[in-house]
């Protein structure tokens, strides 16, 4: 192991009576905010309103490492839980504390070295601020498509999108970072400093390890021109659905993809709306071949809406950014495919996304189409270890404040019945970067074979969980090692 074994915490009380909470403020060159202070409530609010009452009894708005290794010293030595938030768009709402919350968005420096084409991001950069840094230098990565979450836990996580198969996952590029461990020490991590917890902190998630302040990533140049195309299907689609996804089962690696199916409910069924097929795709070609790719489909029937052309890179991904509401309760829920997704599984998704309780907002499916330079990579080689799959699907549930208890229970029981139907024509991995709180077995869906390393390394770095939720990885029993 290459890890260092933390030091014992600094305990003691209050020196000379003063509160902890001015000690701290005094401590930091950000500021502490507390319960009734301005922006208290917008800096405590999580993205997943599932987890908004959970409120922390104090935020320290770091602005340097320093910040954050001092705070996280000050949380044990006063005993209080913390927690670490850069986006707080965790989607099991686990960036939630009754303590302390390092918040680190004020740190938000990104750079650019020209001659190796690395860009260094703080660990507060948001997805927003990865677009800037790169579009100026006509770089990019495998990126998200919400502006607004935290870059850290994305790459922490492993990191997809529209760029998976040409350039695999996004914590592949990652090639140092910073973190401050459970004892407040800053460490670099890289191929030859801490290699076991670099190796943890390309896929092993958010809040398992320490707090991530600086990240450095390989990049490659942009593309000048990509095709992109936003197409729309509403009629026919139990024949339009399985010739989609042979089709992009069958494309090139050049061509990235979601796909999106609307639910619709029983009585909008009955008045002739059906799921819809939302179709997005970015080309490393013309809008010829796309069409071509796409004729089998078109073949079966034409699209209600279709817009496919030759756009700049970047001017294509802000045509993609995702156009996320404000903050909701939701549900996420995830599978991998190993190979093309079955007539029967689409059967499935079909038969269910039909029978929609309804909420306020929506429910809806995603697939993703992955394989390329993602699987290129041994499961072993990072903690992100989903490397055997072909396609990702991932279930969107939201609700809103007017959505009584008993739909919101009649739509998470619709939600698991889903699931399970079609658990058995998928991988039981799910992705880490969409935390799930109904998976049981959620450890071993997140990381597999990865998990017993995994755990050494938290049992090494963090034996008392100082970084602690819910689906936290937790230390490895020493009895597994010997």
């Known amino acids: 192991m290459s890890v260092r074994r933390p030091e014992k915490?600094?305990?003691?009380?209050?020196?000379?009576?003063?509160?902890?909470?001015?000690?701290?403020?005094?401590?930091?060159?950000?500021?502490?905010?507390?319960?009734?202070?301005?922006?208290?409530?917008?800096?405590?609010?999580?993205?997943?309103?599932?987890?908004?009452?959970?409120?922390?009894?104090g935020i320290a708005l770091c602005r340097s490492a320093r910040d954050v290794a001092t705070s996280i010293r000050w949380a044990r030595r006063y005993h209080f839980p913390l927690i670490g938030r850069s986006g707080g768009h965790s989607a099991g709402g686990y960036s939630v504390t009754t303590g302390l919350m390092i918040d680190t968005h004020l740190m938000r420096q990104a750079t650019f070295d020209t001659r190796t084409r690395v860009a260094t991001i703080a660990g507060g950069v948001?997805?927003?601020?990865?677009?800037?840094?790169?579009?100026?230098?006509?770089?990019?990565?495998?990126?998200?498509?919400?502006?607004?979450?935290?870059?850290?836990?994305?790459?922490?996580?492993?990191?997809?999108?529209?760029?998976?198969?040409?350039?695999?996952?996004a914590s592949d590029a990652v090639v140092a970072s910073q973190l401050v461990t459970a004892c407040g020490e800053i460490l670099?991590?890289?191929?030859?400093?801490?290699?076991?917890?670099?190796?943890?902190?390309?896929?092993?998630?958010?809040?398992?390890?320490?707090?991530?302040?600086?990240?450095?990533?390989?990049?490659?140049?942009?593309?000048?021109?990509?095709?992109?195309?936003?197409?729309?299907?509403?009629?026919?689609?139990?024949?339009?659905?399985?010739?989609?996804?042979?089709?992009?089962?069958?494309?090139?690696?050049?061509?990235?993809?979601?796909?999106?199916?609307?639910?619709?409910?029983?009585?909008?069924?009955?008045k002739g709306k059906d799921v819809s097929v939302f179709f997005e795709g970015q080309l490393l070609g013309t809008p010829a071949e796309l069409r071509h790719i796409l004729a089998p489909v078109y073949a079966v029937e034409n699209p209600s809406e279709s817009t496919i052309r030759k756009m700049g890179y970047w001017d294509a991904q802000r045509n993609f950014f995702s156009d996320l509401q404000k903050p909701a309760e939701f549900q996420n829920r995830g599978f991998y495919f190993h190979r093309h997704i079955s007539d029967e599984a689409i059967g499935v998704m079909l038969y269910w996304l039909r029978r929609w309780p309804g909420t306020s907002i929506y429910a809806r499916v995603?697939?993703?189409?992955?394989?390329?330079?993602?699987?290129?990579?041994?499961?072993?080689?990072?903690?992100?270890?989903?490397?055997?799959?072909?396609?990702?699907?991932?279930?969107?549930?939201?609700?809103?404040?007017?959505?009584?208890?008993?739909?919101?229970?009649?739509?998470?029981?619709?939600?698991?019945?889903?699931?399970?139907?079609i658990a058995p024509y998928a991988l039981p991995q799910a992705y880490q970067n969409f935390m799930d709180p109904s998976l049981k077995d959620y450890l071993l869906h997140y990381y597999a074979s990865n998990l017993p390393r995994l755990e050494r390394i938290k049992s090494v770095v963090d034996p008392t969980r100082v970084f602690n939720f819910p689906q936290a990885i937790p230390p490895g029993h020493r009895h597994r090692w010997q």
């Open 9 to 57: 915490p600094v305990v003691g009380g209050m020196r000379g009576g003063r509160d902890p909470w001015e000690v701290l403020a005094r401590s930091i060159s950000g500021r502490v905010v507390r319960p009734g202070e301005a922006g208290y409530a917008a800096l405590a609010l999580p993205y997943n309103l599932r987890a908004a009452s959970i409120r922390p009894a």
């Open 126 to 169: 948001l997805n927003a601020g990865v677009y800037q840094a790169l579009q100026q230098h006509d770089a990019t990565i495998t990126h998200g498509r919400c502006p607004t979450v935290g870059a850290a836990g994305f790459l922490l996580g492993g990191g997809i999108g529209f760029n998976i198969r040409t350039l695999g996952i």
């Open 188 to 270: 670099t991590l890289d191929d030859h400093q801490n290699r076991d917890l670099f190796w943890a902190c390309r896929g092993g998630g958010g809040g398992n390890f320490g707090i991530s302040t600086c990240f450095s990533i390989r990049t490659v140049h942009a593309p000048r021109w990509v095709t992109a195309s936003r197409v729309t299907w509403t009629k026919k689609i139990d024949r339009v659905l399985p010739a989609l996804l042979r089709a992009l089962y069958e494309s090139p690696v050049r061509l990235g993809t979601w796909t999106t199916l609307d639910a619709v409910t029983p009585q909008e069924l009955a």
């Open 366 to 421: 995603s697939l993703l189409r992955t394989g390329g330079r993602a699987n290129a990579v041994r499961p072993d080689a990072t903690a992100f270890v989903h490397r055997d799959n072909q396609w990702y699907m991932v279930w969107y549930l939201k609700w809103g404040e007017e959505d009584s208890k008993a739909l919101v229970a009649e739509n998470l029981a619709w939600l698991s019945a889903f699931y399970d139907a």
